[in-house]
């Protein structure tokens, strides 16, 4: 039983390079007998490897399949061999580091597609393998080659237009998972998690290896790495502290139930049923006053020592400027309605 499998549609740069992959149905732990299949026409020798395969083979990897009865993977070669695009077949017989483009693609194709969790692949070094791109209305292109498309595309009486310019492409090209609402699709990363259920409003990003268990309302941003627990809304402008730079080393998450107010922030992963006061940013130092059910003071702790605890209520005291911690009663409840047409 190895990793995963995909047959992937691509975009190669003028030097033959790999820019980007679509894997349109990506498989997890592939039993052996299409392993076999690909070894036997595409000479694969095990390891993790993408191999770029011709139409002669995709048809011939399409017959092989059909009749060990991968009848989808068999449907999806047969369209790869009409393909005028690049394709690769690719294998990871294991989750180790990825060594080219196709195998980081895949591995964040299975993310977005829900069938590995944020923080459950290896993703280190995949920076190096993901090339700066100018992601246009023509698909990616390799930046020392965009002048020349801009030119030509101008000759030709059209626009190039540059939708953005970054390693990571939106993940609405490649996947759109089942029940969600993505109201600015640029703002969600391939790679992405987004749980069933979840609206990203206009303000909301979510990275990479990062997202939603379920039902969610996302109006600010869930950096690399972030989970975000069923039932909870990251308000407008909201923030979850990231650790890709800046020298952070916890990994944020918030908890089930959870409401982060407007233009607040976390450093801190949060426990179920929290609430953070809307503007108020705590971060893994910040000092902190415990009160009791009478708002009488019990001790001042570093917000770090809140971490992960359930019903937290956290508010910056409007006449003393003091950061503030209660018990959450009212855990709060998402407004049914604005998830109901997902
Ligand atoms: C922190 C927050 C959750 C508190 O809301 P709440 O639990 O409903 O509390 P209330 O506003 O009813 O206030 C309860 C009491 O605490 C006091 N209080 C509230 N916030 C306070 C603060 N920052 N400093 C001092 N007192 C405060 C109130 O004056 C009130 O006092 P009272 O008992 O004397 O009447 C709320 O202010 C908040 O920031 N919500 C986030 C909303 C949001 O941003 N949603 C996302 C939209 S995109």
Known sequence: MSFAFGIGIGTQNNQGEWLEVFYQQPVMTPDNTLLEVVQNILGYQGGNQGISASSEQLS??????????????????????????????????????????????????????????????????????????????????????????????????????????????????????????????????????????????????????????GTSMIEGRISAGVMVGKGSDLGGGCSTMGTLSGGGNIIIAVGENCLIGANAGIGIPLGDRCKVEAGLYITAGTKVALLDDNNELVEV??????????????????????VECKTNKSAIELNEELHANN
Do not use: C
Not at 70 to 99: G, M, W
Not at 129 to 139: D, V
Not at 168 to 180: N, S
């Open 60 to 213: 011939q990897l399409a017959t092989a399949l059909r009749q060990t009865g991968q009848n989808n993977q068999a449907a999806l070669a047969d369209k790869a061999a009409e393909s005028t695009r690049p394709v690769v077949v690719t294998v990871l017989e294991t989750d180790d580091t990825a060594s080219s483009t196709p195998e980081v693609y895949l591995k964040l194709h299975l993310i977005s597609h829900r069938m590995a969790k944020p923080h459950g692949l290896k993703l280190d070094g995949i920076f190096g393998l993901l090339p700066n791109l100018a992601w246009t209305n023509e698909g990616a292109v390799d930046l020392n080659e965009l002048p020349e498309r801009q030119l030509q595309a101008r000759l030709e009486g059209r626009t190039l237009e540059v939708k953005s310019v970054d390693k990571f492409p939106q993940m609405t090209d490649y996947v759109v998972p089942k029940g969600v609402r993505i109201a600015d699709t640029a703002r969600v990363r391939l790679g992405a998690y987004v749980g069933e259920g979840t609206t990203v409003m206009h303000e909301g990003f979510i990275n990479f290896n990062a997202g939603t268990e």
């Open 301 to 322: 702790i570093k917000a770090r020592d809140l971490a992960n605890q359930p019903d937290l209520l956290f508010r910056r005291n409007s006449q003393t400027g003091a």
